[in-house]
């Protein structure tokens, strides 16, 4: 099984702020098979990224994603405040796996 | 749009069978696009992909929940459903279905790009 660690657990930022995700895969998972998505509190989640840096239809572009093989960022250049989430990364090059999650908080 | 909602009971007793259904309105799950997923958040925790039908009945599950799924799919009620047996406390989870597939000028992705809401269910007796 391909596990995704995510980092850090936790960020308290302020509205305006730049933020940079980190998710890390077990082993590689090319450059296409690997999204993004938002969950809001009593929501389901929302696909942001794919295929590592594809925004889904709808999605701002102040969300971008990069990365390959093993090491994956999701930025916000500048947060607003309906991007406080949880942001999770999933991999899909073999079977299907999320990581664990980093919370955006409100600082 | 598709729209997906999950329905069955929010209780279950343990070692009982755990019974959801997914109703897909706005398209048809009768599409060889897309796969048609189950997925669970257990209480306070990340996500875990259960399995997924597609359109012809062939399906992928979980190898650590295998011994106990059974993901199935009724065209003529553009419904699927997800059966997990002998059930316990650790089932206990927010269970969401979900639309599998995106294509784009690229390729095919096997992203999740529609949710349902998303149904709690309790495993208690």
């Known amino acids: 099984e391909i596990v995704l660690t995510q980092s850090p657990g936790t960020l308290s930022l302020s509205p305006g702020e730049r933020v940079t995700l980190s998710c890390r895969a077990s082993?590689?998972?090319?450059?296409?098979?690997l999204a993004w998505y938002q969950q809001k509190p009593g929501q389901a989640p929302r696909l942001l990224i794919y295929?590592?840096?594809r925004r889904a239809t709808g999605i701002p572009d102040r969300f971008s994603g990069s990365g390959s093989g093993t090491d994956f960022t999701l930025t916000i250049s500048r947060l607003e405040p309906e991007d406080f989430a949880v942001y999770y990364c999933q991999q899909y090059a073999r079977s299907y796996t999320f990581g664990q999650g980093t919370k955006v908080e409100i600082k | 749009q598709v729209r997906l909602q999950e329905s069955g009971p929010g209780l279950v007793k343990p070692s009982q069978t755990l019974s959801l259904t997914c109703t897909v309105s706005g398209g048809s799950i009768s599409s060889g696009d897309y796969c048609w997923t189950w997925i669970r958040q257990l209480p306070g925790k990340g996500l875990e992909w259960i399995g997924y039908i597609n359109y012809s009945g062939s399906t992928y599950y979980n190898p650590s929940l295998k011994s106990r799924l059974t993901i199935s799919i009724d065209t003529s009620k553009n419904q699927f459903s997800l059966k997990l047996d002998s059930v316990t406390a650790a089932d206990t989870a927010v269970y969401y279905c979900?639309?599998?597939?995106?294509?784009?000028?690229?390729?095919?992705?096997?992203?999740?790009?529609?949710w349902g809401q998303g149904t709690l269910v309790a495993v208690s007796s």
């Open positions: 979900a639309r599998e597939g995106y294509s784009d000028s690229s390729g095919y992705y096997a992203i999740l790009d529609s």
């Open positions: 295929g590592a840096s």
């Open positions: 082993q590689s998972v090319g450059v296409y098979y």
